[in-house]
């Protein structure tokens, strides 16, 4: 069977669908529907390390868009998944519940090295490619002027760790090893090595 030019992305990012338009990489969106708990897949388990996580819940949101393209009787294509998650020592830093939660979870990432983990799984028919990217990310000592202003903003919703490199909290990062756009949420080094192994990305 032929592989189409384009995937599926199993992802609600808009940062995502931006990263693989810089490989040039046609895609359609494959996302939950009403009947779906998408939610209930980022549960952690008891004293997981952040690292078992993200791989952990990015195989169970590959598995569950198979599913979802296989009860939709879509167009055969291969589907790419990710999860980012942000970890400061033992602790996984997920999206913020509220303005109060993202005003915790910056202040404690305040003045601190931390790590940003984003897992990576692509599949095509029965099989599966995976990669991991690792990142660590020093954020500046903030005021809690700037964490209060930062948060009115309500750029820290919806993001691992209350905050989005590519956006207003790039004025607190100090310095960064590793992936920029691993840390956006989807390492193009590592996506483009699973999508040229499944065939997909030719260049």
Known sequence: MNM??????????????????????????????????????????????????VQRVTRLKLEAAVQRHARRDLPPAAILCADTTVALDAAILGKPQDEGDAARMLARLSGQMHQVFTAVAVAWGDRRWTALSVS??????????????????????????????????????????????????LPLFETAQLLRSAGVLKT
């Open 136 to 185: 660590q990310v020093q954020f500046a000592a903030l005021t809690p002027q700037q964490i209060a202003a930062y948060v009115a903003s309500g750029e820290p919703m919806g993001k691992a760790g209350a905050y989005g490199i590519q956006g207003r909290a790039a004025a607190f990062i100090a310095h960064i090893e590793g992936s920029y756009s691993g840390i956006m949420g």
């Open 4 to 53: 189409p030019p384009w995937i599926y992305l199993a992802s609600q990012s808009p940062r995502r669908s931006q990263l693989l338009q810089q490989l040039d990489m046609a895609h359609e969106l494959l996302l939950p529907g009403s009947d779906e708990d998408a939610e209930a897949l980022e549960a952690a388990l008891p004293d997981e390390a952040p690292v078992d996580y």
